[in-house]
């Protein structure tokens, strides 16, 4: 009798609130020598979402991948990306999704999860990990903002994982059916230091606040009651 | 009411013989203007296969892009890849899978298939296409040799697309329970010129003939009853 494969996980993460948290989850659940991270740069428009990745996997213990996936992206005028002559939207997602008859928001990325997830299937099973973690949640899918965070997308995209590796690996996304507010809850019990994330579309020295991430972000922080700790220590940064 | 979009097809191409027939049919079907061609290096042993990719995009007329996706297989041992120790087994897929207790076979490329198809996907949906086509049959499946190759898994992959896209994407993949001598059967209706595909694992200026995929392709043809082009064209350039 084969005995059952030890659960190794790698977690595709982004510096943000739902993937360090996520993180936080598998480092309880496996133990950080356990838990791989893979972060993905795709040509966005700053890199401080790279350097909080990277600072959360050092404050885990996590031991990290990078890859560079931008010049499947050269085509698309995505507002996200930096050679997109379009603006990123200063709206909620529910205001733009008023305005794009049932299309995705404009700084979806053409299949861009879906892509992550492949690389970071292909990752997991060079480093002989039984399951790859994606922290795609409720809000994030809400009105279809970004179909590649449904949970019909998360089913076919685990089938695929599962099919197409023979079965050595599935795909986790325990947020997949939870708010924002949800994950930042988990992520209080957890400890998970929010201060070293960042989610804001646009780069520079302090969130922008009016950006669709922004506005989420903020709207789940205050929903739990508590001041956003990258916003203090921002704060802080600019009073010094 | 809105009109129905213009059906355009992005084609993953290698430039063997599936891929190869897969973008003569839909050049057939839409014309050279509505097809796109994607080619991806992945880290493989050699660049054969790429200059056959790029032969066959221009015999068709057909635009094509190119793309490096070798990063996220540098912790991978497949022996496929340039940077592995391992060798390519000189059987074929049959004999091979006695051995794997189940398992794919060393030339499996971990969830190669899938993260191409994603980079397919999202290139897809830049070049404003409404379906990516992909060229696996079923002798690639066959005893999972391949689980990235299975109706299962091209199945997942197409929910996942659909799903991933809101729509507006669909996979196509018309030869998933072929044989190859099926496609080459096709093939040859279609005129393809297979004298300038390449299939063979290893580099060099004539197929080994001893690799998995060179003992498929010469059954294949057999099976048709005539001689591979490939075969007498490189011989042809041996007697000069």
Redesign the interface.
């Known amino acids: 009798m084969s005995e059952r494969p030890r659960e190794r996980a790698l977690v595709l993460t982004s510096g943000g609130v739902d993937s360090s948290t996520l993180l936080a989850l598998k480092v309880e659940q496996l133990g950080a020598e356990d838990v791989f991270a893979l972060c993905v740069f795709y040509g966005q428009r700053h890199r401080r979402e790279l350097d909080s990745a990277r600072a959360i996997a050092r404050h885990y213990g996590v031991e990290q ?1 990078f ?3 931008s ?3 050269s ?3 995505c507002s996200l990306l930096e050679h997109s002559s379009e603006q990123v939207p200063r709206e909620s997602y529910a205001e733009q999704l008023e305005k794009t008859d ?3 928001v404009s700084t979806y ?7 992550f ?3 970071a ?7 002989r990990c039984t399951e790859v973690c994606y922290g795609a949640h409720h809000d994030d899918w809400a009105g ?1 903002a970004y ?2 965070c ?1 949970a ?2 998360v089913d ?2 685990g ?11 599935h795909l986790e996304a325990p947020f997949v059916r939870w708010s924002k507010a949800d994950i930042v809850r988990e992520g209080l019990r957890l400890g998970v230091p929010y201060e070293l994330t960042w989610s804001c579309y646009n780069g520079g020295d302090r969130p922008c606040g009016t950006c669709g991430t922004c506005i989420d972000r903020a709207r789940a922080f205050a929903a739990c009651g508590v001041a956003d700790p990258l916003l203090e220590s921002t704060a802080e940064d600019e009073e010094v």
């Open positions: 991948r890859c560079d996936l010049g499947i992206f085509d698309s005028d049932g299309a995705p990325v053409p299949f861009r999860n879906g892509l997830l492949s690389a299937a292909a990752e997991a099973l060079s480093l279809n179909p590649d449904s019909a997308f076919a995209m089938a695929a994982i599962e099919e197409g590796t023979g079965g050595q690996l």
